[in-house]
């Protein structure tokens, strides 16, 4: 987690002083063998800390990697709009970013997604706190139904994977 937060981009900006310039992503894959079945239960914790969206003043590089977040924001956005509306399957634009890409198993199906959603109660900050509330309000919306994972193992599970 530390070394991944030390190679965050950051860039000042009149709102946030160490404002994150790109998007964290903290996946835990958990396995646990059965042997007496000959499966395995898998889990994915999935931890996302997203970029803020807020116009930058740094660099023309800072400007560019401000419209690689927002672009990603934005397909975000749609993924989940269309769950939101009780969409199933395939999401046509699902792959249209890195960010919903690694996030695509978190909506809709076989998930039990949480959103956490951080907003400024200040009148300057009232468009990014409505953006992100209406972030939130479509995360709520979106129907899951969780299960367990489990799965034949072909192999026996690699004890030198194991966290220690």
């Known amino acids: 987690v530390e070394l991944g937060n030390s190679r965050r981009q950051v860039c000042p900006n009149g709102k946030n002083s160490i404002s994150s310039r790109s998007h964290s992503i903290l996946q835990l894959v958990l396995t646990q ?7 395995e239960l898998r889990s994915i914790v999935t931890l996302v800390d997203l970029a803020g969206s807020e116009r930058v003043d740094c660099t023309e590089q800072a400007f560019g ?29 699902l792959r249209d970013s890195k960010l919903t890409r690694l996030l695509g198993h978190c909506f809709g199906g076989n998930a039990r997604t949480y959103m956490l959603a951080t907003v400024v109660a200040t009148p300057a900050a009232v468009r990014d706190s409505t953006f992100t509330l209406d ?13 367990i994972n489990r799965r034949r193992h072909r192999r026996p599970i690699d004890r030198s994977q194991q966290v220690r």
């Open 33 to 39: 063998a059965d042997a007496a079945e000959g499966k």
């Open 65 to 93: 990697e401000s419209r690689t977040i927002n672009r990603s924001l934005l397909t975000l956005g749609r993924v989940l709009n269309y769950y939101a509306a009780g969409n199933v399957g395939r999401v046509p634009f």
């Open 135 to 147: 972030y939130a309000q479509s995360a709520m919306l979106i129907a899951t139904a969780p299960r």
